[in-house]
């Protein structure tokens, strides 16, 4: 990503350029709001695209899982594709091909590198772990044998793009004129209430940063 344009060939967007964002700002922007981060990688099997958590350090996306995991192990030191999309409201057309969505999506492609020192690897779980809610140093720490069974990979953010998608329907001019509704219906994610788990002890009570999600954005 670079302020004026997009950093590669392969990053450059062809269709739609009217919402193409390169900006690392904005980029950043929709990084922050964003929960689940889509990981693509190429295996033996052929492409496979799971759903994961992630962070943002520095000029960096993080994401982690277990040393089990095929992908993040295939993962290691080849080309990803990590895509972070947010659906901010569906957008009816007075046709239904015309229907769109309006939204704010991050596509990243690039090396993925094990975070492998042991004291980069703990400040990297961190930052993925709070990336949704502040809970790491209220939380019980992870032990030596949590560390060992967690794989970190870092992805730069250099050939990284956003497409961001806002407004009305664009429909044909004979539609606008015809009798079918359209607009725009919002959608929103809203944090709910913390719920104690069957089995936590009496006088146990959630964190701060727990309890102030409730009623918040997710996406905010
Ligand atoms: C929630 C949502 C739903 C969508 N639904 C559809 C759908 O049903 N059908 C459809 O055709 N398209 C849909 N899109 C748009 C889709 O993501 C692509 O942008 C679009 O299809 C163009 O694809 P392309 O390969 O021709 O893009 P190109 O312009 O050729 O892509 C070139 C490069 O631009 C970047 N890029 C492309 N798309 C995005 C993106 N969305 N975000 C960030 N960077 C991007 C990537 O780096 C990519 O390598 C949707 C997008 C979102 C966020």
Same mark, same amino acid.
């Given at each position: 990503?670079?302020?004026?344009?997009p950093?590669?060939?392969?990053?450059t967007?062809?269709?739609?350029?009217?919402?193409a964002?390169?900006?690392?700002?904005?980029?950043?922007?929709?990084l922050?709001?964003?929960?689940?981060?889509?990981?693509g990688?190429t295996?033996?099997?052929?492409?496979?695209v799971?759903p994961?958590a992630?962070?943002?350090?520095?000029?960096?996306?993080?994401?982690?899982?277990?040393?089990?995991?095929?992908?993040?192990?295939?993962g290691?030191g080849?080309?990803?594709?990590i895509?972070?999309?947010?659906?901010?409201?569906?957008?009816?057309?007075?046709?239904?091909?015309?229907?769109?969505?309006?939204?704010?999506?991050?596509?990243?492609?690039?090396?993925?590198?094990p975070?492998?020192? /042991?004291?980069?690897? +703990?400040? !990297?779980?961190?930052v993925i772990? %709070?990336? *949704?809610?502040?809970?790491? &140093?209220? #939380?019980?720490?992870?032990?030596?044998i949590?560390y060992?069974?967690t794989?970190?990979?870092?992805? /730069?953010?250099?050939? +990284?793009s !956003?497409k961001?998608?806002?407004? %009305?329907? *664009?429909?044909?001019?004979e &539609?606008? #004129?015809?009798p079918?509704?359209?607009?725009v219906?919002?959608?929103?994610?809203?944090?709910g209430? /913390?719920?104690?788990a +069957?089995?936590?002890?009496?006088g146990?009570v959630?964190?701060p940063?727990?309890?102030?999600?409730?009623?918040?954005?997710?996406?905010?």
């Open positions: 990503m670079t302020e004026h344009g950093a590669s060939a392969r990053t967007m062809k269709r739609g350029t009217n919402r964002v390169y900006s690392p700002d904005e980029i950043r922007g929709v922050q709001a964003g929960m689940i981060a889509h990981v990688v295996t033996e099997d052929g492409p496979i799971l994961m992630y962070g943002v350090r520095g000029d960096n996306i993080l994401i982690h899982g277990s040393i089990a995991n095929a992908m993040l192990r295939g290691r080849i080309d990803v594709c895509t972070v999309t947010i659906v901010d409201g569906l957008v009816v057309a007075r046709s239904p091909l015309h229907n769109s969505m309006n939204y704010r999506s991050v596509v990243i492609r690039g090396l993925a590198s975070v492998t020192d /042991p004291a980069d690897q +703990a400040d !990297a779980l961190k772990n %709070d990336h *949704i809610a502040p809970i790491w &140093d209220t #939380a019980r720490p992870p032990s030596k949590d060992k069974q794989l970190v990979l870092s992805v /730069p953010l250099t050939e +990284a !956003a961001i998608r806002g407004g %009305d329907p *664009i429909d044909d001019a &539609d606008i #004129a015809g079918h509704w359209a607009g219906v919002p959608l929103t994610s809203t944090w209430e /913390p719920i104690d +069957a089995d936590l002890n009496d146990i959630p964190s940063a727990v309890v102030g999600l409730a009623g918040t954005d997710a996406h905010g």
